[in-house]
């Protein structure tokens, strides 16, 4: 497809989006069966179910928009993913691995939050105040995500690591 609008720019963000959301999805439970810590193992099985939101959310957006949500693969969420599953072969202490599962996860949502606030402002310059307010809506929760992926590192997991 030949890009000579921002609408069309911000649908193929979208399609993007909703890749990377689809792939996450798949691999948040392999995330959730390695990580040894509790707290860790909590906050991999929220944001899963989060991200099923995520994608109804953009779904919403998709079906407003008249358009289908498919057609692209978002190469760039393979390639942290495969990071991250490189991670999950190595033979790691549990505080190692949970240390390295953060920083994957983080990976992820510095990702979608680069996407959600790029998409976000193409809305609104669009004039599609639903769809900005949607993208939004999950702009803050990768935002809180990503905190709390901080406060887990900071507060305990890294530290553990260190030993």
Do not use: W
Not at 71 to 86: D, H, I, S, T, W
């Amino acid at each position: 497809m030949e890009m000579d609008s921002l609408k069309q720019l911000y649908l193929e963000e979208l399609k993007d989006l909703y890749s990377a959301e689809n792939q996450i999805v798949k691999a948040l439970p392999k995330m959730v069966e390695a990580a040894t810590s509790p707290s860790l193992k909590s906050g991999f099985t929220e944001h899963l179910n989060q991200t099923k939101e995520h994608i109804v959310r953009l779904e919403q957006i998709f079906t407003k928009m008249d358009e289908k949500s498919g057609g692209k693969f978002c190469k760039g969420m393979e390639g942290v993913l495969a990071e991250a599953n490189e991670l999950l072969k190595q033979k790691a202490e549990p505080d190692v691995l949970d240390a390295g599962l953060i920083a994957a996860a983080q990976h992820v949502e510095h990702y979608e939050i680069a996407g959600y606030g790029t998409c976000r402002t193409y809305a609104k310059l669009l004039g599609d105040e639903e769809a900005a307010y949607l993208l939004q809506q999950t702009l803050k929760e990768e935002e809180m995500t990503d905190r709390k992926l901080s406060q887990l590192a900071e507060n305990g997991i890294n530290v553990e690591a260190m030993a």
